[in-house]
């Protein structure tokens, strides 16, 4: 059984404001999993209630799924699908997917879980009435660092190289809310049509609406640790007399860990904190462009210091498996295991120009020989995922040539040098992928 709480009683606000099923539903053909009404409108924190988020089109149509089909797996949930398979649906692997996560890191819920669904109060059209119990919040798209396989979506530190080699009006954004850059009277790019939702009383009244019931909190960015907002919101669960009951998750480049924040979390029911690592030593700093290994690693151990108040946990660092990591992933675990902290990786699918996916299949062959000549939680998945997708129906060559292109480009504006700093990335590609001009 497929089961995920998500559907039920999670709710993603994205940088933009908009309502999402979830992060993981990339599939352009469901629209990114953006949450729509009746009248096909892009749902916003700023325009609908949570409860309606909660009732947006993609919502509905899995939790009906779920009750037709005995929670069988609906095809825009395909990205955790594809992990269980390459997991063996292990719930205790590192690897595990996100709805694993869910259940295993934080089962208790009063509303729905993998028992009671099709027994809870769901119209015919897959309505139902409740509020969110778990929220995905970015405060926008605030950023310390612009890392390769990121954009604006998420990085306002993309700005300038996203127009420097899309173009000046060059659309980005999830699903069909899209965003065009422009310069301000001082010459910067800025997202003019931006509304920070975050800091707005509309926002914060339904924050307050949800909060009676919520249990869980999943934040993320931009970088949340450097918004205003993502404090004022634990000041506001505190003094509500909730924090003891609400568990806090995080995925944040540990860029920003100082005794205050501590001192709030030590109110939570859970601190559970995965920081994103990418790489280590060498490569971390042209992976996470704007990035300093001796920052991170001595914030790696600052959060392990704060584990002594048995409610922070750093479970795990994390790393994106794409191109520019190919053949650095290993010394990344290794660093890991080293510190004696539980290491992730997460198979990019989404832009396709970044996941491995896209190579031909003589290139993911080539990969499974080179993680097979040694046993580790991480070469193991590795081969298992790349195995399953070595079907061409995953290849993609103008999304290989685009990555070789914006790659050639982030060198001229950042100094780098991709094909020496990946370590083997660009013999693998130009040895099986038919570049013309770009070889």
Same mark, same amino acid.
């Given at each position: ?34 949450? +729509?009404?009746? =009248?096909? &409108? ?9 409860? @309606?988020?909660? %009732?947006?089109?993609? *919502? ?26 390459? +997991?063996?649906? =292990?719930? &205790? ?9 869910? @259940?295993?890191? %934080?089962?208790?819920? *009063? ?329």
């Amino acid at each position: 059984m497929a089961f995920c709480r998500l559907p039920w009683q999670g709710l993603m606000i994205t940088p933009l404001g908009d309502f999402r099923l979830c992060a993981l539903t990339n599939g352009l053909n469901y629209n990114q999993g953006m949450s +729509t009404d009746e =009248d096909g &409108k892009l749902m916003n924190i700023m325009t609908h209630s949570p409860n @309606e988020g909660l %009732n947006g089109k993609w *919502h509905r149509e899995v939790r009906m799924n779920d009750v037709k089909t005995d929670g069988s797996w609906h095809d825009i949930c395909s990205c955790c699908r594809d992990r269980e398979i390459a +997991t063996g649906s =292990d719930i &205790k692997h590192i690897a595990a997917s996100r709805r694993q996560s869910m @259940e295993r890191r %934080n089962p208790s819920t *009063h509303i729905v879980d993998g028992n009671s669904y099709k027994d809870v109060k769901m119209d015919e059209n897959g309505y139902v009435d409740w509020m969110p119990t778990t929220l995905d919040i970015r405060f926008g798209n605030l950023c310390n660092m612009a890392c390769v396989q990121c954009g604006p979506n998420y990085s306002n530190k993309w700005y300038e190289d996203w127009v420097g080699f899309y173009g000046e009006n060059a659309p980005w954004g999830f699903g069909r809310s899209r965003q065009r850059l422009s310069r301000n009277e001082h010459n910067k790019l800025v997202n003019k049509q931006e509304v920070k939702w975050w800091e707005s009383d509309i926002w914060w009244e339904k924050f307050d609406q949800m909060l009676p019931t919520l249990e869980h909190i999943y934040l993320t960015g931009g970088e949340p640790m450097i918004v205003p907002a993502h404090d004022e919101m634990l000041d506001r669960i505190i003094a509500s007399g909730r924090a003891k009951d609400v568990y806090l998750d995080y995925d944040t480049n540990l860029s920003v860990i100082n005794t205050k924040l501590a001192k709030r979390w030590d109110h939570f029911k859970h601190v559970e904190i995965a920081g994103s690592i990418d790489a280590s030593e060498d490569n971390y700093e042209f992976v996470r462009h704007g990035g300093k290994w001796e920052t991170f690693d001595r914030n790696v151990t600052r959060i392990k210091e704060f584990e002594q108040n048995g409610v922070v946990r750093l479970y795990r660092l994390t790393s994106c498996m794409q191109p520019t990591t190919i053949f650095s992933i290993l010394q990344t675990e290794q660093y890991c295991m080293n510190k004696g902290i539980p290491f992730q990786i997460r198979f990019v699918d989404s832009p396709k120009m970044h996941s491995i996916m896209s190579l031909p299949k003589s290139a993911k062959e080539e990969i499974i020989e080179i993680y097979s000549k040694v046993d580790t939680v991480t070469s193991r998945l590795v081969v298992e995922w790349t195995a399953d997708h070595l079907d061409e129906k995953y290849e993609s060559p103008e999304d290989v040539k685009r990555y070789v292109r914006i790659m050639n480009y982030l060198d001229t504006s950042r100094g780098t040098d991709w094909k020496v700093q990946t370590k083997g990335t660009w013999e693998l590609i130009s040895k099986h992928c038919e570049l013309g001009e770009l070889k």
